[in-house]
């Protein structure tokens, strides 16, 4: 089963990271866009545009996002994305 | 019928969420879902032994967590990693959970239709 693992807490990224398969998808959204330059981060991951528009941080993630597979993504797509996975785990 | 695995990660009374947890594993028992509890990260010391939450005037509701075995969960399951984190043995725990590791963790998670945390 593929699982879309959504953070919304950077300080439990480990933990989620650490309870997540290989073939799990991360989604980072409200205060967890900032985790983009963790370098952890092996898995498929998102990041929620919104929420770095909101805390102003687009250009910053951006430059991070350069040479990384990090993919951002606008809530249209958080909704599309979330068809594309078995289940959803929100990790609180 | 859906399979649940609910996730304790938090230390004990310092919110609500793991009495809730608790109240949503046995009800899904009473439709008998098949359920998993996993205790991991902070959530270890929800099992501690010795709880004696009367001194904040919170009612004590590591009671219950042997009820769940009455509801017919038996599929409960600790953190033996994070249990060394807090220097615990499996002895400072009430009698319940079967030690396991990350793999396991992931696991269970993977295999589960429903992941809840609160």
Redesign the interface.
């Known amino acids: 089963?593929k699982?879309l693992f959504i953070l919304n807490n950077p300080t439990k990224l480990d933990?989620c990271l650490?309870?997540?398969?290989t073939q799990?998808g991360l989604l980072l959204i409200e205060d967890a866009v900032i985790a983009t330059h963790h370098s952890g981060l092996s898995c498929v991951t998102y990041a929620l545009e919104e929420d770095l528009i909101a805390r102003g941080l687009s250009q910053l993630v951006k430059q991070h996002l350069v040479n990384s597979n990090i993919k951002i993504i606008d809530y249209t797509q958080f909704v599309e994305l979330t068809l594309q996975y078995d289940?959803t785990?929100?990790?609180? | 019928m859906k399979s649940i695995c609910i996730i304790f990660n938090k230390v004990p009374y310092g919110s609500q969420s793991s009495r809730e947890l608790l109240d949503i594993a046995l009800m899904a028992a009473a439709f008998d879902m098949p359920i998993k509890a996993l205790f991991i990260e902070q959530g270890v010391l929800q099992l501690i032994n010795k709880q004696q939450p009367e001194v904040l005037d919170i009612k004590n509701h590591s009671a219950t967590f042997k009820a769940l075995e009455l509801y017919g969960i038996e599929e409960i399951y600790v953190d033996a990693n994070a249990l060394n984190n807090y220097q615990l043995t499996h002895d400072d725990l009430m009698p319940i959970a079967e030690l396991i590791d990350n793999n396991a963790i992931s696991e269970h998670i993977q295999q589960s239709d429903f992941v809840l945390m609160l």
């Open positions: 089963m699982s933990a650490n309870a997540m398969s799990d289940k785990v929100s990790w609180l």
